[in-house]
């Protein structure tokens, strides 16, 4: 079968999650990469293709620093062949740099310690530092908190959960207000995440 067919759908993968994604088709039998969607390595078609694919590596997700530019990588590489001749290999290269930014700087604020200051000075600051985190999140996701469907929201939920945020008194009521959801369903996701925590 030839690489072709998946063409549209490497495209299609490669515009809907630009600029952290890079699909590549590799020539096994050349090892030149024939086609490329992204610019996260910085290869060409024609190139030779630079990752040393080992057949232990096929389908399972693996981790590398890109030298040019020192980003993290997950990337997962899948043989195209149906009949198992290994013609051809696509590989999904995705930026875990900018979520690991996004983790960081969520955790600073939630777990930056500072001085003993007044209770409602203090409350203020974390409405203000949580009102801030949740607009970094968004504006990394290019979502906007008007339009926001209910699996961004849980997925804007489970970020602030992983980083301490309802260890703040009363945040899941603050948070429900700002994301307009029930509590109810804050304190369902809180449940199954805490869960899977034990």
Sequence with gaps: MSFQVYIPL???L???ISPLIEVIICDLKSNKIVFIEGNLSGQKIGESFLQDVRDY????????QLNHSGKIIRSINVLLDESGEKNFLLCLNFDVSVLN????LVSQFFNNPSQPE???LLKNDWHERLHLVIHELLHSYGWSLTTLTNGQKKQVV????KNGAF???NAADYIAKILSMGRATIFNYLREWRRNEN
């Design 10 to 12: 490497c495209t299609a």
């Design 14 to 16: 490669g515009k809907l």
């Design 57 to 64: 590596q096929v389908g399972e997700v693996i981790n590398f």
């Design 101 to 104: 930014q996004i983790q960081s």
């Design 118 to 120: 007044p209770k409602e």
């Design 158 to 161: 489970e970020a602030l959960f």
């Design 167 to 169: 260890n703040q008194k």
